[in-house]
């Protein structure tokens, strides 16, 4: 399961049974009760692991964004301990679902609803192939297991 965490809204994708596909589930509203929800979709599917894109800027480096992710991705782990969690570079991955979405027809406006969730496709849909490439998982574990 993948998460990307905006300001507004937090876009999650799942992968399919196999771990082949990566497909978008929904979009949580991050003034909402977010947290609740994204352990329902955990719990329900039966994660295996949850990916949080940490916002990283092209030379590498981390900003703002990416202390409100890395204290998101705290209260996923301390909500779902049992389910390894890691954080992954997101670079370009708003701005690609972006594109696409302008490609498959979607205004601005329309888009603003998915983008994220999008983003968290692309993500997931990346590290998925990346492991199976190179049989290592990207990005960073933060809880431990």
Known sequence: MCVDVGSVRIGVARS??????????????????WLD?????VREYE????LVGLPVS????EHAAAD?????????AAAVPEVP???IDERLTTTTAQMQLREAGLSQRKGRSVVD???????????????RATGRI???????H
């Open 138 to 144: 990207p990005g960073t574990l933060t809880n431990g």
């Open 68 to 76: 409100r992710v890395r204290q998101v991705a705290a209260d996923i």
């Open 47 to 50: 994660a295996l692991e949850v």
């Open 85 to 87: 969690l890691r954080l």
């Open 16 to 33: 399919d049974a196999s771990g082949t596909l990566a497909v978008p589930e929904r979009t949580l509203n991050a003034r909402g009760k």
């Open 37 to 41: 929800e994204l352990v329902a979709i």
């Open 117 to 131: 969730q999008a983003a968290a496709v692309i993500m997931l849909q990346n590290t998925l192939d990346a492991e």
């Open 58 to 61: 092209l030379d590498g480096r």
